[in-house]
């Protein structure tokens, strides 16, 4: 199975800086020339998730734009530019590109 | 509006089985397939299995073949999952998540329901 390894799994962030949560691939996803399935999910406490991120690099409709996306292969970042109180919560990225679908363990962003 | 709606709390015997639901409204529900993603306590998030809402396709998790079944009934848009021989690690939020109705592109999950719990515990 793919392997997805986040990190940092632990984020401090005072508010108003940027942030930025890594997933590595055990395998690669795919280049810019496919459609690969990529995503990134927002859970905030008590909460669903929620798809922040489809196809590696597109925001889904009412997610700000602080919120962006990249990468390719086997490498890829959630960028979060400028950090608000409502962004806290647990962040997973999820790969559907090879049998099964398999989520990475969660990066805790906190406010400090 | 557009939403998926699950059923509530369940607690189990180990080795009982149990059945949950998923009911969508607010959009074509044979377009879309559902996935099932459970969440056990204080940990991450792990694929169960998905259903093709069309044709009744499905495809499921290693770890759960053999003790899973999922099935659709396209007249109420609802999505059930039955899960048998229940162990304690079964314990989880269960969440319905709308997905692709193609098993070739998978991980969709544009919608997701607010999450059935099972407690599997003697």
């Known amino acids: 199975d793919v392997v997805l390894t986040q990190s940092p799994l632990s984020l401090p962030v005072t508010l108003g800086q940027p942030a930025s949560i890594s997933c590595r691939s055990s395998?690669?996803?795919?280049?810019?020339?496919?459609?690969?399935?990529f995503n990134w999910f927002q859970q905030r406490p008590g909460q669903s998730p929620r798809r922040l991120i489809y196809?590696?690099?597109n925001r889904d409709s009412g997610v700000p734009d602080r919120f962006s996306g990249s990468g390719s292969g086997t490498d890829f970042t959630l960028k979060i530019s400028r950090v608000e109180a409502d962004d806290v919560g647990i962040y997973y990225c999820?790969?559907?590109?090879?049998?099964?679908?398999?989520f990475g363990q969660g990066t805790r962003l906190e406010i400090e | 509006q557009v939403q998926l709606e699950q059923s509530g709390t369940e607690v189990k015997q180990p080795g009982a089985s149990v059945k949950v639901s998923c009911k969508a409204s607010?959009?074509?529900?044979?377009?879309?397939?559902i996935s099932w993603v459970r969440q056990a306590p204080g940990l991450g998030l792990e694929w169960v299995g998905w259903?093709?809402?069309?044709?009744?396709?499905?495809n499921s998790a290693r770890k759960v073949q053999g003790r899973i079944s999922l099935t659709t009934d396209t007249s109420s848009s609802t999505t059930y999952l039955e899960l048998r021989s229940l162990k304690s690690d079964d314990t989880a939020i269960y969440y319905c998540?709308?997905?692709?109705?193609?098993?070739?592109?998978?991980?969709?999950?544009?919608?997701w329901g607010r999450g059935s719990l099972v407690i599997v515990s003697s």
């Open positions: 196809k590696a690099s």
């Open positions: 998540a709308r997905d692709s109705k193609s098993s070739s592109s998978l991980g969709y999950f544009d919608l």
């Open positions: 999820m790969q559907g590109t090879h049998w099964p679908i398999t």
């Open positions: 395998q690669s996803l795919g280049y810019s020339d496919r459609n690969f399935d």
């Open positions: 259903i093709n809402n069309k044709n009744g396709d499905t």
């Open positions: 607010g959009y074509t529900f044979s377009d879309y397939g």
